[in-house]
């Protein structure tokens, strides 16, 4: 059974450089048939796609946040990774990683979510 | 940027029928937008019902379906039951890599 746990700092200081990490077992992301992507919800609303990556690197980003963002894949740890920069409040949210099924596009297994927040 | 559209909110009795929809700010929903259904509970990480329309994911009973409606996705569900009280989001693929979800429907069931 295909599992994601994410991992990285629960807080984090207004201006720095958000960091998560989400490892995967049970299956390789190297598979060619999916992308492995982020996901946000802030506290009390919706959720947002942050960004997805291919095995490649090959990557793509929400245009709201594609200035702060980088997604990396290290296929050799079967993890991939987040970096969002210059956090403000707003970025306060759990995050989630998730794998997404290439051709039908869609999210087919999610990790439990990391509540990260931004405050000094 | 496009925007996707859902009801903030909708009610239903137990043991009737509902139907969310997920529409475009701009334009109408089609299976080439390979739209995707999730459940919410409060703490929970999502949990996919559909994708590809009207493909239902594994377990998922078969009082969930999905389908186009008009100009618009639709979710429905069949014989709702108290535990389908949740949130349920839309996702719409809006080609080169690009996902979007829509706001979320808090659906209760009373």
């Known amino acids: 059974q295909l599992q994601l746990q994410e991992s990285g700092p629960g807080l984090v200081k207004p201006s720095e450089t958000l960091s998560l990490t989400c490892t995967v077992s049970g299956g390789s992301i190297s598979s060619s048939s999916y992308y492995w992507g982020w996901i946000r919800q802030p506290p009390g609303k919706g959720l947002e796609w942050i960004g997805s990556?291919?095995?490649?690197?090959?990557?793509y980003y929400n245009p709201s946040l594609k200035s702060r963002v980088t997604i990396s894949v290290d296929a050799s740890k079967n993890q991939f990774s987040l970096k969002l920069s210059s956090v403000t409040a707003a970025d306060t949210a759990v995050y989630y990683c998730a794998r997404l099924a290439r051709i039908v596009d869609y999210f087919d297994y999610w990790g439990q979510g990391t509540l990260v927040t931004v405050s000094s | 940027q496009t925007v996707v559209t859902q009801e903030p909110s909708f009610s239903v009795s137990p043991g009737g029928t509902v139907t969310l929809t997920c529409g475009l700010s701009?334009?109408?929903?089609?299976?080439?937008?390979?739209p995707s259904w999730y459940q919410q509970t409060p703490g929970q990480a999502p949990r996919t019902l559909i994708y590809?329309?009207?493909t239902r994911s594994s377990g998922v009973p078969d009082r969930f379906s999905g389908s186009i409606l008009g100009n618009k996705a639709a979710l429905t569900i069949t014989g709702a039951q108290a535990d389908d009280e949740s949130d349920y989001y839309c996702v719409l693929y809006m080609g080169s890599g690009i996902s979007v979800f829509g706001g979320g429907t808090k659906l209760t069931v009373l």
């Open positions: 701009s334009g109408s929903v089609s299976s080439s937008y390979y």
């Open positions: 590809s329309t009207n």
């Open positions: 990556i291919y095995y490649s690197g090959t990557t």
